[in-house]
């Protein structure tokens, strides 16, 4: 960069500051450089007569590009008979890396695409329409689908949930299930093991989830804990036989309510039923199941059909460790995560197809994956050994 130029942006700040006279700066620096970058692609200064020059200056084209400090209108060298564009101003681009990469964040991390557009107007001096904030976050899909397919290990207990988010598919706006999974490894630490986006909770769809895990590498799967989801156990079955299912105990003492016929029972009920489920052990459990189907025999009788079926799926935690045990009789570890999806995905409402649901639900998941990976365990090691 010859002197003329940089006394000439000195010149600029001095007289308008930093604030107002960042962007004439910049247009003399990137104006400059690509003079610079043109003459040593063609071997020759402008009017330079050598016999080593490769080809002839062109003029210029216009071209506005966006930054963080507002709009910089710049001049693109061009060339006769060579294929040259300057390596600092990215081609087909007109926005700058950073400001792109600031803006798919904010979307990222919960901010609607309308307030994007009047915070960047109101920094930036110009407004990015959504459309645009949604070409941004679609360059991070490579990064995502890299997480979502990297190699996994051996893990020994799984917590599963799927939950619903309104996408545009098939030409009208329907519920999808997205299906995530938690891993717990040998060292009690926890992972995020891949998420997708399904039509339904359909057998067919959890055991293809499944099957993608298992391909990936999953092993060494001893307990799966989830809420009793449609096709779920069936799934889990056929991909995992012989591994013990866990069905979440906070969801089984909901779902007891919705058979108590005499709205006075339902308190009663619902103490029993804990009662039942925090025993110290499972001999004490099934004693209290028999007391409480013995208790509501004649004054409920869909309630104790139901119970005798459904709740001693949620004694298989008994089999665990005793330190264990608290956090692995529900899926209550995943439903905490859930809620910090919601909160990002309320912002959307509804997806305008399956791809952009699954791109800002893997973002969520991939930051509490890096945050789980990075700090302490989950488990002590001594009560995984146990």
């Given at each position: 960069?010859?002197?003329?130029?940089?006394?000439?942006?000195?010149?600029?700040?001095?007289?308008?500051?930093?604030?107002?006279?960042?962007?004439?700066?910049?247009?003399?620096?990137?104006?400059?450089?690509?003079?610079?970058?043109?003459?040593?692609?063609?071997?020759?200064?402008?009017?330079?007569?050598?016999?080593?020059?490769?080809?002839?200056?062109?003029?210029?084209?216009?071209?506005?590009?966006?930054?963080?400090?507002?709009?910089?209108?710049?001049?693109?060298?061009?060339?006769r008979n060579t294929d040259f564009y300057p390596s600092c101003i990215e081609?087909?681009?007109?926005?700058?890396?950073?400001?792109?990469?600031?803006?798919?964040?904010?979307?990222?991390?919960?901010?609607?695409?309308?307030?994007?557009?009047?915070?960047?107007?109101?920094?930036?001096?110009?407004?990015?329409?959504?459309?645009?904030?949604?070409?941004?976050?679609?360059?991070?899909?490579?990064?995502?689908?890299?997480?979502?397919?990297?190699?996994?290990?051996?893990?020994?207990?799984?917590?599963?949930?799927?939950?619903?988010?309104?996408?545009?598919?098939?030409?009208?706006?329907?519920?999808?299930?997205?299906?995530?999974?938690?891993?717990?490894?040998?060292?009690?630490?926890?992972?995020?093991?891949?998420?997708?986006?399904?039509?339904?909770?359909?057998?067919?769809?959890?055991?293809?989830?499944?099957?993608?895990?298992?391909?990936?590498?999953?092993?060494?799967?001893?307990?799966?804990?989830?809420?009793?989801?449609?096709?779920?156990?069936?799934?889990?079955?056929?991909?995992?036989?012989?591994?013990?299912?866990?069905?979440?105990?906070?969801?089984?003492?909901?779902?007891?309510?919705?058979?108590?016929?005499?709205?006075?029972?339902?308190?009663?009920?619902?103490?029993?039923?804990?009662?039942?489920?925090?025993?110290?052990?499972?001999?004490?459990?099934?004693?209290?199941?028999?007391?409480?189907?013995?208790?509501?025999?004649?004054?409920?009788?869909?309630?104790?059909?139901?119970?005798?079926?459904?709740?001693?799926?949620?004694?298989n935690v008994f089999y665990l460790p005793e330190e264990l045990r608290k956090?692995?009789?529900?899926?209550?570890?995943?439903?905490?995560?859930?809620?910090?999806?919601?909160?990002?995905?309320?912002?959307?409402?509804?997806?305008?197809?399956?791809?952009?649901?699954?791109?800002?639900?893997?973002?969520?998941?991939?930051?509490?994956?890096?945050?789980?990976?990075?700090?302490?365990?989950?488990?002590?090691?001594?009560?995984?050994?146990?």
């Amino acid at each position: 960069m010859n002197n003329n130029v940089l006394d000439e942006v000195s010149q600029v700040l001095i007289n308008s500051g930093y604030e107002n006279g960042v962007i004439e700066a910049m247009r003399l620096i990137l104006n400059n450089t690509m003079m610079i970058e043109r003459a040593e692609h063609l071997k020759a200064t402008p009017y330079e007569r050598t016999q080593n020059r490769e080809g002839y200056a062109s003029g210029f084209k216009d071209k506005t590009i966006l930054t963080r400090n507002g709009k910089i209108p710049l001049k693109i060298p061009q060339t006769r008979n060579t294929d040259f564009y300057p390596s600092c101003i990215e081609k087909g681009n007109r926005m700058e890396r950073s400001l792109k990469a600031a803006l798919a964040e904010m979307y990222i991390t919960g901010v609607s695409t309308g307030k994007v557009t009047k915070i960047t107007e109101e920094l930036c001096g110009f407004e990015i329409s959504s459309t645009q904030v949604s070409r941004l976050t679609q360059e991070l899909d490579p990064v995502f689908k890299q997480w979502r397919e990297r190699p996994l290990g051996s893990f020994s207990h799984l917590v599963v949930d799927a939950r619903y988010e309104k996408v545009r598919y098939g030409g009208v706006v329907q519920s999808l299930a997205v299906f995530w999974a938690i891993g717990i490894t040998k060292d009690g630490r926890r992972e995020v093991l891949g998420v997708t986006v399904s039509l339904s909770e359909a057998e067919v769809h959890w055991r293809t989830f499944f099957k993608s895990l298992v391909l990936r590498g999953l092993h060494g799967v001893e307990y799966i804990v989830s809420d009793d989801h449609l096709g779920l156990k069936s799934a889990i079955k056929a991909i995992f036989p012989g591994v013990v299912w866990q069905r979440c105990q906070f969801h089984l003492s909901q779902n007891a309510a919705n058979h108590v016929s005499k709205k006075d029972n339902k308190k009663q009920v619902g103490f029993d039923i804990r009662n039942i489920l925090q025993a110290p052990n499972l001999n004490i459990a099934k004693q209290l199941l028999t007391i409480f189907v013995e208790k509501y025999t004649k004054t409920e009788p869909a309630l104790t059909a139901w119970a005798e079926e459904n709740i001693p799926e949620g004694f298989n935690v008994f089999y665990l460790p005793e330190e264990l045990r608290k956090k692995m009789r529900t899926s209550n570890m995943i439903e905490r995560q859930n809620q910090e999806i919601k909160r990002r995905t309320r912002v959307v409402r509804i997806f305008p197809n399956e791809n952009s649901c699954l791109r800002l639900v893997s973002a969520v998941l991939m930051e509490i994956h890096e945050e789980w990976i990075s700090g302490p365990p989950y488990f002590s090691l001594a009560s995984l050994e146990s």
